[in-house]
């Protein structure tokens, strides 16, 4: 059974910085991508950053230049490095993880999700 399993997030000031894990475990699949997506209260989830296995990374327009995203697709981790995080990114941050099921098809897997708060 895949399993997603997120560390970090919490409490943070404005300006300052959070990092959040994510392992993935249980698919004997081939790993296409893990992201990174956010929900707050009122608005649909939305995509932050994402990395494919070949590296490529993508970001939202709002975090461009705080957040990085690193991941390794031999662990299947995945990391996001938050920095001068905002008010507004204030969230509950879920992991995502893309998986190729051949022919074209994948599937795609959800973290529980972690709470990440910034507020002076």
């Known amino acids: 059974q895949v399993q997603l399993v997120e560390s970090g997030g919490g409490l943070v000031q404005p300006g300052g910085s959070l990092g959040l894990s994510c392992t993935a475990s249980g698919s004997t699949f081939s790993l296409v991508a893990m992201a990174w997506y956010r929900q707050s209260p009122g608005k649909q989830r939305e995509l932050v950053a994402n990395i494919w296995s070949d590296g490529t990374t993508n970001y939202r327009d709002d975090v461009k230049g705080r957040f990085s995203i690193t991941g390794d697709n031999v662990k299947h981790t995945v990391h996001l490095q938050m920095n001068n995080l905002k008010p507004e990114d204030t969230a509950v941050y879920y992991c995502?993880?893309?998986?190729?099921?051949?022919?074209?098809?994948?599937?795609?897997?959800w973290g529980q999700g972690t709470q990440v708060i910034v507020s002076a």
């Open positions: 995502n993880a893309l998986w190729s099921t051949g022919g074209g098809s994948g599937v795609d897997y």
